[in-house]
């Protein structure tokens, strides 16, 4: 998001200085007329000094300027070539028309695979050509992000592999941990009765981290694809609020359903299933014997609201920002007593942020916290 901000704001600059120059290029001639006129400044050496790749085109989709980035990024050969010559991308180029039918500014994210791997942020910026009354052209800012995205394939890949190969033989420990569990049944000696149910929750617990590594390594994969299925949110705060069932009963936890049926939304049953487990979830085991959570709906023509309030022992609001980062325990010994793994959140973010809704947390330590979700109703 910052990124897009400094992208935009960026642009406007350059716009202006790309305007700033056709003025000064218009009144170039009358000011050479003066013998005392001042040396002409020019503003694209500025462009030089940006490490973005700058493209240029007139209202024909013909490159006319590029800075040096651009060239060393896509060759010295560009100008009077159509800028669809040198990023071939669907999307780009609809983008593209877009900004030139309409006269707005766009931006827009693209991924090409062949005949390598590329990925670039771009922002396109309509300008008005100010010296000819019916001309106009495109500025493209064009940010390299093949290196990072790069490595964030290589990450996933990797943590799926490492998960994949976790699972067999953690099956292998439980089975091996229930056998001695059972033949330790008239064994009467605490101390490794102890021993026995320590090794086994700790198997458990790395059960589910594998288990939510590959979740989340799944959802990053896929988070550039937008659900598009209707689905009844309704139905799955009930599906999720049951297979919590057990849990809920053993913590003497309240549950107040308040959400309206028939809730419909733009999303993904399974993956928004997720979203309401690791919330509740969270909010039952951080949360003391008899309080209650409750969970409410509000909606407007284009968006559902989903708001589940606990009364928890709450975060501190120096931590509010990180709790969706994974890995992120603000205690990790309590967060280890509960069989955390610190990647609930980080998988609720990443889902959301797949159905393109927003999550806000709000909290207050000892009293409680307030989950947000924010869900489209329409694509």
Do not use: W
């Amino acid at each position: 998001m910052i990124n897009e901000i400094l992208i935009f704001l960026s642009g406007i600059f350059f716009g202006f200085i790309f305007i700033l120059f056709f003025k000064i290029k218009t009144n170039k001639k009358s000011d050479n007329l003066n013998p005392k006129s001042e040396k002409i400044f020019n503003p694209f050496k500025f462009f030089d000094l940006i490490k973005d790749e700058i493209i240029i085109c007139n209202k024909n989709k013909e490159i006319t300027y590029v800075n040096k980035s651009a060239k060393k990024k896509f060759g010295n050969d560009l100008l009077n070539k159509y800028f669809s010559n040198i990023l071939r991308d669907p999307d780009l180029i609809e983008k593209t028309n877009q900004t030139y039918k309409k006269k707005i500014n766009t931006f827009i994210d693209i991924k090409i695979n062949q005949p390598t791997f590329q990925a670039y942020k771009i922002k396109i910026f309509y300008i008005k050509d100010q010296t000819e009354q019916n001309d106009y052209t495109c500025m493209f800012i064009i940010r390299d992000l093949t290196d990072i995205e790069k490595a964030s394939i290589i990450k996933s890949d990797f943590i799926a592999n490492i998960s994949h190969e976790l699972r067999t033989p953690l099956q292998s420990f439980k089975l091996g941990i229930e056998s001695i569990k059972n033949s330790l049944k008239n064994f009467k000696n605490d101390h490794t009765q102890n021993f026995i149910n320590i090794v086994e929750k700790d198997t458990l617990r790395m059960e589910k981290l594998v288990s939510d590594l590959l979740v989340l390594s799944k959802i990053e994969q896929q988070e550039h694809r937008i659900p598009k299925d209707k689905v009844n949110v309704s139905l799955i705060v009930k599906e999720s609020l049951s297979i919590l069932d057990p849990l809920i009963k053993k913590g003497e936890i309240q549950i107040e359903n308040e959400m309206d049926d028939n809730l419909i939304v733009i999303g993904q049953t399974e993956r928004l299933k997720d979203v309401f487990i690791n919330i509740l979830e969270n909010s039952i085991k951080y949360s003391n014997p008899n309080k209650t959570i409750r969970i409410e709906s509000q909606e407007t023509e284009k968006k559902l609201e989903i708001k589940i309030t606990d009364q928890g022992i709450g975060i501190a609001k120096e931590y509010i920002h990180r709790v969706t980062e994974r890995f992120f325990r603000i205690d990790p010994e309590k967060s280890k007593s509960v069989g955390g793994t610190g990647l609930g959140l980080a998988i609720v973010k990443h889902i959301i942020t797949q159905h393109r809704g927003e999550l806000r947390i709000e909290s207050e330590l000892g009293k409680g916290s307030t989950f947000l979700i924010t869900l489209p109703k329409t694509i």
